[in-house]
């Protein structure tokens, strides 16, 4: 009786092949962690839910509590029914799902990896171990303002690419592509003035540990131009026309870290060769 009591409380074998740790492909923000007694997910790293699931070779089924305010302004408790469509790479560490719920229908793909910095290391296909520092600090600005920098070494030569692109030859194109792209996150600011995106703008550099920092400081050296008319299209009319100073691009190292959040990094930042120039 107790055998077959364990054994009817166990996973099936579709379900053992889906624990572990996963990072959405499209938003690194995204994770899902599934155990034997829970799957633990947090969309766009804003909440963290604990569920109970089930599934099989191509489908997953889970329910959540949700609520929404009704005509009175008063919240409303609901059962969010959830069901997954997905498929596993042959190696089985590469999830490809579409998700149906109250709300619609999210097509989105996973990473199955051991850490953040693995999910770095195979998502942008370059290696590279992480120095490790004795008194990290934490980076005070919203990663949403940080665009990647990717150092590695390859036949004792010292490879790198962005986020972006594939390489680091591009490094002044893809500064304003990346800025372009995250205008629309702080409109309001952008659209009052662009020193708003400039003061936050960086850039977070994982690179290898036996890269050194001057290194990265060479790799890195660029000057980003904006012509006054440009940047007046940003800020009221009755200072279009002035001079504006510079500001250095900030540039922070990235240093090894239990912590497996993209939100919560421990890093140093180090001088640069370079001005962010928007005068």
């Not at 995106?197 to 540990?209: G, S, T």
């Not at 400081?217 to 800020?235: R, V």
Request: glycine content about 4%; charged content about 30%.
């Amino acid at each position: 009786m107790i055998i077959l009591l364990a054994f009817s409380c166990g996973q099936n074998s579709s379900e053992k092949k889906l624990n572990g740790d996963w990072y959405e492909i499209e938003n690194e923000y995204s994770t899902w962690h599934f155990h034997q007694d829970s799957l633990v997910f947090k969309l766009a790293g804003i909440t963290e839910e604990k569920v109970e699931w089930r599934a099989n070779k191509s489908e997953i089924e889970f329910e959540h509590s949700t609520f929404y305010w009704n005509s009175l302004g008063k919240p409303v408790d609901t059962i969010n029914k959830v069901l997954i469509n997905y498929k596993l790479s042959d190696n089985k560490d590469r999830f490809f799902g579409t998700l149906k719920n109250n709300y619609g229908i999210h097509k989105f793909s996973l990473l199955k990896t051991k850490s953040y910095n693995e999910y770095l290391n195979r998502k942008f296909g370059i290696e590279f171990t992480l120095p490790k520092n004795n008194s990290p600090e934490s980076i005070d600005v919203d990663p949403i303002y940080g665009m990647k920098i990717f150092m590695g070494i390859s036949n004792n030569e010292v490879i790198g690419k962005t986020q972006i692109s594939e390489s680091l030859n591009n490094l002044e194109f893809d500064i304003k592509r990346f800025k372009d792209s995250i205008k629309p996150y702080e409109q309001h600011q952008i659209e009052t003035h662009d020193m708003f995106l400039d003061k936050r703008f960086h850039l977070r550099v994982f690179a290898d540990k036996n890269i050194s920092d001057s290194t990265i400081t060479k790799f890195l050296n660029a000057t980003i131009s904006l012509k006054n008319s440009e940047a007046d299209k940003h800020i009221p009319e009755r200072f279009r026309g002035q001079k504006r100073d510079t500001l250095p691009i900030r540039i922070y190292r990235i240093f090894e870290n239990k912590n497996t959040n993209p939100r919560n990094l421990s890093a140093r930042e180090i001088k640069t060769l370079a001005n962010n120039v928007y005068n």
